[in-house]
């Protein structure tokens, strides 16, 4: 089933996503740029490897297993009732949807993963290469959360594959840095997560940061009353004020740096941040 559904439908779709967006975020670009773009790209796609083998080997197989059970064993929410199997799929995909959320609360609240996390967030630039900045150890991390939220669900096999396919979706769009007409966007965003709405997630102040938590569906954010909108990109300074040195960022200190001690948020002269 990975194979057919994974590998044959979601990779292309991916890798079709990725080229689209790079070439609309290079004409149509959002936030200017502080690095330079391909030195950016080598450092954030080599920092990627791993955790894109994890992904494809361990994370999705386990998440498939753990399904597999779900159905030999009947367990989890999905199997207390008896509908449409279609249905069971849009149930399973939102509560999937709202799990990630929950887990991406905790990847900024729990120090010990917030340690993995922080690789992501301190990308100086924000773009469709971000989206894959991602340590490995978050990703091992997030299989027992999101294990658990499938099992508990009671997602099945195919439901866990296209959710995951929207998920890596999601996620490369709301890191893009393409500008899209400011209309559009904000009646798309009452729905999903855009690329103004995340940005304002991945900025230096902290009460910023600690807002946007959502991935695919943003009005989880609108109910937690964890959103922040109505910031001018251009006034948003992205990455960690602590590691805003572009010189320390490199492969080796990204790979490194969850097994180092971690320096403690600056607050940035000349803003109030409570």
């Known amino acids: 089933m990975i194979k057919s559904i994974f590998d044959s439908y979601g990779t292309p779709i991916l890798i079709g996503l990725f ?75 939102v509560l999937l949807d709202y799990s990630n959320y929950i887990w991406h609360i905790l990847l900024h609240k729990l120090p010990f993963m917030w340690r993995f996390h922080l690789v992501h967030h301190t990308d100086l630039d924000l773009d469709i290469t971000t989206a894959f900045r991602f340590h490995f150890g978050e990703m091992i991390g997030s299989l027992f959360f999101r294990g658990a939220a499938v099992f508990l669900i009671g997602v099945s096999p195919f439901a866990v594959l296209i959710y995951e396919i929207a998920f890596e979706a999601a996620t490369q769009f709301h890191h893009s840095n393409t500008k899209l007409p400011f209309q559009f966007e904000k009646i798309l965003n009452y729905l999903m997560v855009t690329p103004r709405m995340h940005g304002i997630h991945h900025s230096m102040i902290k009460k910023e940061t600690d807002s946007n938590y959502s991935i695919i569906f943003s009005f989880w954010d609108r109910i937690h009353k964890t959103i922040r909108l109505n910031i001018s990109q251009n006034k948003i300074k992205t990455g960690v004020p602590s590691y805003a040195d572009e010189r320390e960022l490199t492969i080796g200190s990204l790979l490194k740096m969850p097994f180092t001690k971690i320096r403690k948020w600056k607050k940035i002269e000349g803003i109030n941040e409570t």
């Open 19 to 93: 080229i689209i967006l790079f070439i609309l975020e290079t004409k149509f670009q959002l936030r200017k740029r502080v690095q330079n773009k391909w030195k950016r790209m080598i450092v954030n796609f080599i920092v990627s490897i791993p955790a894109f083998v994890l992904l494809r080997l361990l994370f999705i197989p386990a998440m498939i297993w753990l399904a597999v059970k779900n159905q030999q064993w009947n367990f989890g929410l999905n199997y207390l009732y008896d509908l449409r199997t279609w249905i069971k799929v849009v149930v399973a995909f």
